[in-house]
């Protein structure tokens, strides 16, 4: 295989009906075009899956992806994409995550992985330095997140990474949550209930090799630059606000009655530089939220617990509290119990196949295991902070930070990595166009 | 002459710095080769950087049967020397904080060499949970901050 940059140049083809798993290149002046991860894995499903296709059906792929930058010193760099088609007729659902799942994929010599058929029975994909093998998963059915990817890592390798879905993904709700080593979650549209689908319980990797640079010297320079702003500055640039009702940021210990402020450690995606950053109103200029902690009085310990019991099911927290609020619960009802029910399918409530397009939002993601982000609402179709915000997740960076990576900053940080030429206005121009598939 | 101090608590278990190294010293990005490494405790929530401390009464300088490991005087750092190295991994039984190993992908004894005095690790850290101080000044903000407290007690007119 020739040398890349950035790229590890390759992808790993998986069919669960035959059971076949293939290698194949991924040429990157092929991939220059859609920068990476949300943008290489449309074009990945695009080139693959005919207009049309049932989101249940075998035909269906999904597909997670990476992108040049992903494990190297871009600030929130450590992020990937699950992109599927989710809900019928509707554009493709896209999640993006972080943790260290991404950066270990490449680490494993795979830019991406497409997904495609459906298994009799439930699976695993195990990976490990450019070798993949598909492995029974019956044991791990039913499992919380947690549990499956403590059972996994005892059993494979005690260093290997787990994205993987509960019981809420395995009983194909469409509130289910993709969770990337039991912390990070991702409930954008459904995505999760296509892995219940497939029968697909988890995808484990482990890597040893590294991501080499075309020009490191320049690529450095830039990305302490960036490092640092983001460590310094306030990080909501126009258009982008934070909606939801709480905002808490970091994590505590399991079986712990300990707040965040309690001297607990800080925790952090792979890569993060935003954990004690602050986030204002770009209209008033107001602190809005704080990544770290010491700001956040009014969080207790129980909401944190609440929320931790949610994800460990695979729920998103989000949509699955409305989704409980307006059912036939009532508020004095344990909402733990009432998560459990609904994750394991005990509630009779809507699922996948019955969610009607643009129903369920990419209501927001779970950082560092307890706390909940809100989504970030973008700009208005067509405005450029919609292409910006695409360009820099498709650059495998934080949705969060996105302000501070704008297309020069994507453009000369892909330039010195992989070698090939990009201009602001490529960026830009990829950036509308995915924005404009993704619906965003 | 510098030194590398760890403040744990500050640790968000980003590897940030493990990167750096590895980068700084392999050209690549690769946990795996870094010099340095964080540890976690996943269900506790709790992550520790671990790198080489360049030992007063270095073990591995003193076990090394090559005379491949010494001090540079200017940087403190006990440096391996490549050519004179002959892999037996001695120095790696010896170390008591496990902080030297081999590459087996370079083929070499991998240890912090505080890259001639300006560590990467440090410079990329961005919650100062690694920081590189002059050993005339280590700890000088920890022992301010436990005077502090006397201070305090002090202006209370508390203290005779």
């Known amino acids: 295989m020739a040398m890349t940059f950035g790229w590890r140049g390759q992808f790993l083809r998986v069919n669960l009906t035959s059971g076949k798993l293939r290698t194949e290149p991924l040429r990157p002046e092929e991939a220059k075009d859609c920068i990476g991860a949300h943008g ?8 693959d899956v005919p207009v049309g296709v049932e989101p249940g059906s075998a035909e269906n792929a999904l597909i997670l992806a990476t992108s040049p930058l992903t494990g190297t010193l871009l600030p929130n760099g450590g992020h990937y994409s699950v992109v599927t088609r989710a809900t019928q007729g509707a554009r493709l659902s896209c999640a993006n995550l972080g943790g260290a799942w991404g950066p270990e994929l490449k680490y494993a010599g795979f830019d991406a ?30 499992k919380s997140v947690r549990e499956c990817g403590d059972l996994l890592r005892a059993e494979i390798d005690k260093k290997a990474h787990v994205c993987c879905i509960g019981p809420a993904g395995e009983n194909r709700l469409c509130v289910a949550a993709i969770v990337s080593d039991a912390k990070f979650a991702s409930g954008a549209k459904g995505v999760a209930a296509i892995f219940g689908e497939k029968n697909l319980k988890a995808i484990v990797v482990r890597g040893t090799g590294g991501i080499r640079l075309a020009r490191a010297a320049e690529f450095m320079a830039t990305a302490q630059r960036l490092r640092h702003d983001s460590a310094t500055t306030l990080l909501l640039g126009k258009g982008s606000r934070l909606q939801g009702p709480v905002l808490l940021v970091t994590s505590v210990a399991e079986d712990t009655e300990a707040l965040p402020s309690d001297g607990v450690q800080p925790r952090s995606c792979f890569g993060c530089t935003t954990v004690f950053s602050s986030f204002a109103d770009d209209s008033t200029g107001e602190t809005i939220a704080r990544f770290h902690v010491e700001s956040l009085p009014q969080v207790d310990a129980g909401q944190l617990r609440e929320q931790r019991a949610f994800v460990d099911l695979g729920l998103d927290y989000v949509s699955a509290k409305t989704m409980l609020a307006s059912g036939k619960s009532d508020d004095t009802q344990d909402q733990v119990e009432l998560a459990g029910r609904l994750a394991r399918g005990e509630l009779g409530e809507k699922t996948e196949a019955e969610v009607k397009p643009g129903e369920v939002g990419n209501s927001g993601c779970v950082v560092g295991g307890y706390v909940l982000v809100p989504a970030i609402a973008t ?27 704008k297309a020069p900053e994507i453009a000369s940080l892909l330039r010195s990595a992989t070698g090939m030429d990009y201009s602001p206005e490529d960026i830009l121009r990829a950036g509308r166009r995915i924005a404009t598939a993704a619906g965003k | 002459m510098g030194v590398l101090l760890i403040t744990p608590e500050r640790c968000t278990s980003c590897q940030a710095c493990e990167l750096a190294c590895s980068f700084a010293h392999e050209e690549e990005f690769n946990p795996e080769r870094a010099r340095l490494s964080v540890m976690f405790w996943d269900h506790e929530a709790h992550s520790v950087p671990v790198m080489c401390l ?58 912090c060499d505080l890259c001639d005095g300006d560590p990467e690790c440090a410079k990329v850290c961005p919650s100062g949970a690694i920081t590189s101080v002059d050993r005339t000044s280590v700890n000088v903000s920890r022992r301010k901050q436990a005077a502090s407290k006397l201070k305090a007690i002090m202006s209370q007119g508390i203290w005779p």
């Open chain 1, 113 to 142: 992985i497409v997904v495609q058929g459906k298994s009799a029975k439930p699976v695993y994909l195990w990976i490990i330095d450019g070798v993949a093998e598909l492995r029974d998963a019956g044991h791990l059915w039913g």
């Open chain 1, 40 to 47: 290489l894995a449309m074009h990945l499903y695009g080139k």
């Open chain 2, 54 to 111: 360049q030992c007063e009464e270095a073990a591995c300088l003193a076990a090394c049967p090559a005379q491949a490991i010494s001090e540079d005087a200017r940087t403190g750092a006990r440096l391996v020397n490549h050519t004179r190295c002959i892999q037996c991994q001695t120095c790696m039984n010896v170390c008591p904080f496990g902080c030297t190993w081999y590459d087996t992908q370079g083929r070499k004894i991998l240890k």
């Open chain 1, 379 to 405: 700009g208005e179709l067509g405005d450029d902070s919609g292409a910006a915000l695409a360009a820099a997740e498709s650059a495998g960076c934080c949705p969060f930070a996105a302000a501070l990576m």
